[in-house]
């Protein structure tokens, strides 16, 4: 007789589907359909409105486009044995982040400025959650929300890049639930919403608000980019750096140990991360000129052509003071790749808040400024042993500082009444505006950091004192990819880190890690360690060393009884 196939048993999936179907019952009861807008006939035949709907959402797919070029960035920079781990991660992420910036996050940052007579604050919004808590939600608003969601989804990839190949995706999960549901939110109220204390939207005579125009902010160098940055960079000093990435204090290595560890831990594919940064290039015209569509710009299509204009000179410039750079440092002998992918997105950043603020040939210079001062974050960071893998802090946090105070210091009379419709005599310092904006913009870069620091550092403390951030040191050894998804993203890769791997632990001029164990994968059992013991081999090889003496050594030829084989 035919066999029966046996019935999955899966208390936890029988669980979250009766979960979901009890949400959606709920809902449904809580919140009825919305009723139809008698007026949607006359809106969409407006044809300024149409035409601004299809433009903003042009620009939101680009938006959303950039989350390949992060992919791509990311999964280049990375070691190949955690790519699948860091692609799976990232897509879970932006579906995660967009279902919590619907649920709670849309209402936090905009709720109640499409109902008038809705109770509303400077610090938080209190309706529209999951767009529907305050009645029926305006069919004009569809295409906002679906910009603010793309960006929600940017700022919370940005902090993926600091935290790469090592941490658990239950931990990171929570941390994305928290950031995009709340941490983000919160500030985008403060700084775009119409009752906000920095926002220049905020009708003044109904709430306070921060300086004659509040922060000048049009797409997002601190609202998106600051905050990412920020968050990524705690996120990075919480999980201490990846394993072997750096030196022990005690130990002074050699030229050619830097060189191979640079090796180990440097992009395993500048083909991808170069087409990564080619694909957030192409995305950021999006991310700039689309705010067109959504404020009250005169002349928003002229204005579009110009913020393009700036935003493209503002990477070449930066990519220009990376190859400079690059090449100087090394007097002559080379150019740092890294550097220069690094450069561009850094003037793009530093030039997001002032796209449609200041001429072009200022927009070069922010742009080049702000590679500079990417370029050094990057070697302070180095210096201070963070790991910040894909330079998140670097790029996107210093970058969303200088952009928002190079506002206050180039924003024209006449850019400010084009883009936000403003007439005001406090502009940027540099066109005799004054004090006033720069100072704004000071207070704001200073806030939004603070906020951004205190609540990500409590969420990923938790998170690492409950031990659900960072996996196990013997499955970052062996790769996330192998752990979690059984099988490595590419083969041949994998083949080559183990070689590059294999590499290091034999280098003539020494040990290059001070503690080598057999991982799991091997007959020999691996000893008990934990992250306050010496960091272990980054790679499964067998070799057994002695343990390092007190005083500081210089591994090399001359040095070894440090070898056992």
Same mark, same amino acid.
């Given at each position: 007789?035919?066999?029966?196939?046996?019935?999955?048993?899966?208390?936890?999936?029988?669980?979250?589907?009766?979960?979901?179907?009890?949400?959606?019952?709920?809902?449904?009861?809580?919140?009825?359909?919305?009723?139809?807008?008698?007026?949607?006939?006359?809106?969409?035949?407006?044809?300024?409105?149409?035409?601004?709907?299809?433009?903003?959402?042009?620009?939101?797919?680009?938006?959303?486009?950039?989350?390949?070029?992060?992919?791509?960035?990311?999964?280049?920079?990375?070691?190949?044995?955690?790519?699948?781990?860091?692609?799976?991660?990232?897509?879970?992420?932006?579906?995660?982040?967009?279902?919590?910036?619907?649920?709670?996050?849309?209402?936090?940052?905009?709720?109640?400025?499409?109902?008038?007579?809705?109770?509303?604050?400077?610090?938080?919004?209190?309706?529209?959650?999951?767009?529907?808590?305050?009645?029926?939600?305006?069919?004009?608003?569809?295409?906002?929300?679906?910009?603010?969601?793309?960006?929600?989804?940017?700022?919370?990839?940005?902090?993926?890049?600091?935290?790469?190949?090592?941490?658990?995706?239950?931990?990171?999960?929570?941390?994305?639930?928290?950031?995009?549901?709340?941490?983000?939110?919160?500030?985008?109220?403060?700084?775009?919403?119409?009752?906000?204390?920095?926002?220049?939207?905020?009708?003044?005579?109904?709430?306070?608000?921060?300086?004659?125009?509040?922060?000048?902010?049009?797409?997002?160098?601190?609202?998106?980019?600051?905050?990412?940055?920020?968050?990524?960079?705690?996120?990075?000093?919480?999980?201490?750096?990846?394993?072997?990435?750096?030196?022990?204090?005690?130990?002074?290595?050699?030229?050619?140990?830097?060189?191979?560890?640079?090796?180990?831990?440097?992009?395993?594919?500048?083909?991808?991360?170069?087409?990564?940064?080619?694909?957030?290039?192409?995305?950021?015209?999006?991310?700039?000129?689309?705010?067109?569509?959504?404020?009250?710009?005169?002349?928003?299509?002229?204005?579009?052509?110009?913020?393009?204009?700036?935003?493209?000179?503002?990477?070449?410039?930066?990519?220009?003071?990376?190859?400079?750079?690059?090449?100087?440092?090394?007097?002559?002998?080379?150019?740092?790749?890294?550097?220069?992918?690094?450069?561009?997105?850094?003037?793009?950043?530093?030039?997001?808040?002032?796209?449609?603020? *200041?001429?072009?040939? +200022?927009?070069? /210079? $922010?742009?080049?400024?702000? &590679?500079? %001062?990417?370029? =050094?974050?990057?070697? @302070? !960071?180095?210096?201070?042993?963070?790991?910040?893998?894909?330079?998140?802090?670097?790029?996107?946090?210093?970058?969303?500082?200088?952009?928002?105070?190079?506002?206050?210091?180039?924003?024209?009379?006449?850019?400010?009444?084009?883009?936000?419709?403003?007439?005001?005599?406090?502009?940027?310092?540099?066109?005799?505006?004054?004090?006033?904006?720069?100072? *704004?913009?000071?207070? +704001?870069?200073? /806030? $939004?950091?603070?906020?951004? &620091?205190? %609540?990500?550092? =409590?969420?990923?403390? @938790? !998170?690492?004192?409950?031990?659900?951030?960072?996996?196990?040191?013997?499955?970052?050894?062996?790769?996330?990819?192998?752990?979690?998804?059984?099988?490595?993203?590419?083969?041949?890769?994998?083949?080559?880190?183990?070689?590059?791997?294999?590499?290091?632990?034999?280098?003539?001029?020494?040990?290059?890690?001070?503690?080598?164990?057999?991982?799991?994968?091997?007959?020999?059992? +691996?000893?008990?360690?934990?992250?306050?013991?010496?960091?272990?081999?980054?790679?499964?090889?067998?070799?057994? !060393?002695?343990?390092?003496?007190?005083?500081?050594?210089?591994?090399?030829?001359?040095?070894?009884?440090?070898?056992?084989?």
């Amino acid at each position: 007789q035919p066999q029966t196939a046996p019935v999955p048993n899966n208390p936890m999936l029988a669980t979250a589907s009766f979960l979901f179907a009890l949400f959606g019952v709920g809902w449904a009861q809580f919140y009825p359909p919305s009723p139809v807008n008698p007026n949607e006939g006359v809106l969409w035949s407006n044809l300024e409105l149409r035409v601004r709907t299809d433009w903003g959402l042009v620009c939101a797919f680009l938006v959303f486009l950039m989350q390949v070029g992060f992919v791509l960035r990311e999964s280049g920079n990375v070691r190949s044995k955690h790519i699948a781990n860091l692609a799976w991660k990232n897509v879970a992420a932006a579906a995660i982040a967009t279902i919590f910036f619907w649920f709670l996050g849309w209402g936090f940052a905009f709720g109640g400025d499409a109902f008038p007579g809705q109770e509303r604050n400077g610090f938080i919004g209190s309706c529209e959650y999951g767009l529907q808590s305050c009645g029926g939600f305006p069919v004009e608003l569809y295409p906002k929300f679906f910009f603010q969601c793309m960006l929600a989804l940017l700022a919370t990839i940005i902090v993926a890049g600091g935290i790469a190949g090592r941490a658990l995706s239950v931990g990171y999960f929570v941390f994305v639930i928290l950031f995009s549901g709340f941490i983000y939110p919160v500030v985008v109220h403060w700084c775009w919403s119409g009752a906000g204390w920095l926002s220049p939207f905020t009708n003044k005579h109904e709430f306070d608000r921060l300086g004659t125009n509040g922060l000048l902010d049009y797409a997002g160098s601190g609202v998106v980019h600051l905050v990412g940055g920020t968050a990524a960079l705690v996120g990075a000093i919480v999980l201490g750096p990846r394993q072997g990435r750096f030196a022990p204090k005690r130990i002074v290595e050699n030229e050619i140990q830097k060189d191979m560890r640079r090796l180990a831990f440097g992009a395993h594919n500048k083909m991808a991360a170069s087409a990564g940064v080619f694909i957030l290039w192409f995305g950021w015209f999006g991310l700039n000129a689309g705010n067109t569509a959504l404020m009250p710009s005169v002349g928003g299509a002229m204005l579009s052509g110009r913020i393009v204009v700036v935003t493209l000179l503002a990477a070449a410039g930066g990519g220009f003071i990376g190859i400079l750079l690059s090449f100087v440092l090394s007097a002559g002998k080379k150019i740092d790749l890294e550097m220069s992918l690094n450069s561009v997105l850094a003037g793009l950043v530093s030039i997001t808040a002032g796209c449609a603020l *200041v001429d072009p040939w +200022a927009g070069m /210079v $922010i742009g080049a400024i702000g &590679a500079l %001062l990417c370029c =050094l974050t990057m070697k @302070i !960071l180095q210096v201070a042993k963070i790991d910040d893998v894909l330079s998140a802090f670097p790029i996107h946090g210093m970058g969303g500082i200088w952009g928002l105070l190079a506002v206050g210091l180039w924003t024209t009379e006449g850019n400010l009444a084009r883009a936000y419709n403003i007439t005001s005599k406090k502009y940027g310092l540099f066109y005799d505006g004054g004090w006033e904006q720069l100072g *704004v913009q000071v207070v +704001a870069a200073l /806030v $939004i950091f603070g906020w951004t &620091a205190v %609540l990500s550092g =409590l969420v990923f403390g @938790i !998170l690492k004192a409950i031990k659900v951030l960072r996996p196990k040191p013997e499955h970052e050894v062996i790769g996330l990819d192998e752990i979690v998804h059984e099988v490595p993203a590419h083969e041949l890769t994998s083949i080559v880190d183990e070689l590059i791997d294999e590499r290091l632990a034999r280098l003539k001029g020494g040990p290059l890690f001070h503690s080598y164990y057999p991982p799991p994968s091997h007959t020999a059992p +691996a000893p008990s360690i934990s992250y306050a013991t010496p960091m272990p081999v980054e790679v499964p090889s067998a070799v057994l !060393l002695a343990h390092a003496p007190s005083t500081p050594q210089v591994y090399s030829s001359a040095n070894p009884e440090f070898f056992v084989m």
